[in-house]
């Protein structure tokens, strides 16, 4: 059974960092490509990053360009979304998502993880 | 990007009803486009990939059509479970976007 688990939120102040880690199980994260997603509180989703399944490319919605990180452990089994320079709009539940072997849809979701970003 | 305007924003419905709920690109998703389901505080669940091939355990009253910048979500005859909400994916072209989402919502 594929899982997906995300941690690593919590509250920071603008500005800061933090670091969240998304552990597979039931399949091999080299196999296929993954994402990041969120969702601010009482609003849509909102795609944010991409790692294609051999890491050799990497995509990223504008607002977080230069700010977040996508990156991949295949001894851990673990993605990860490195988030500096927070800001307030930053704030909202963080899934990590998998995608479907062939062309891209997303199949499988974590259960999200809470970054609330205030001062 | 490509914009997803989808509708209506809420849908009011009784059980047994057959539900319709629209998405249209911006430019061409070709059949890129999938349809999740979520419920609060929930993440999202794969219905409907590639326009309209249903996901391995979704029940059959949903379906799906559509290509290149128009499509649709049907659910047949809603049920009690069905009252969500839900979003269409484009994921053609990069950065992956979703409709607003559709409210259904118990009449």
């Known amino acids: 059974e594929v899982q997906l688990v995300e941690s690593g939120g919590g509250f920071v102040q603008p500005g800061g960092s933090l670091r969240l880690s998304c552990a597979a199980s039931?399949?091999?994260?080299?196999?296929?490509?993954m994402d990041w997603f969120r969702q601010a509180p009482g609003k849509g989703l909102e795609w944010i990053a991409y790692i294609s399944s051999t890491a050799s490319t990497i995509y990223y919605t504008d607002s977080v360009k230069g700010r977040f990180t996508i990156s991949r452990d295949t001894a851990k089994n673990s993605l990860y979304l490195q988030m500096n320079s927070l800001r307030d709009e930053d704030t909202a539940v963080y899934y990590c998502?998998?995608?479907?072997?062939?062309?891209?849809?997303?199949?499988?979701w974590g259960q999200g993880t809470l970054v609330t970003v205030s001062s | 990007d490509t914009q997803m305007t989808q509708s209506p924003s809420t849908l009011s419905a009784s059980v047994g009803d057959r539900v319709t709920i629209t998405c249209r690109a911006s430019?061409?998703?070709?059949?890129?486009l999938a349809w999740y389901q979520q419920k609060p505080g929930k993440a999202p669940t794969l219905l409907i990939y590639?326009?309209?091939l249903l996901e391995s355990g979704v029940p059959s009253r949903f379906s799906g059509s559509g290509s290149g910048t128009e499509f649709t979500l049907t659910i047949a005859s809603l049920q009690p479970d069905d009252f969500a909400t839900y979003y269409c994916?484009?994921?053609?072209?990069?950065?992956?976007?979703f409709g607003q989402g559709t409210k259904v919502e118990i009449k």
């Open positions: 039931g399949f091999t994260l080299s196999s296929y490509s």
């Open positions: 430019q061409s998703s070709g059949r890129l």
């Open positions: 590639k326009a309209s």
């Open positions: 998502a998998k995608e479907k072997a062939g062309p891209p849809t997303i199949e499988e």
């Open positions: 994916l484009q994921s053609f072209t990069y950065p992956y976007t």
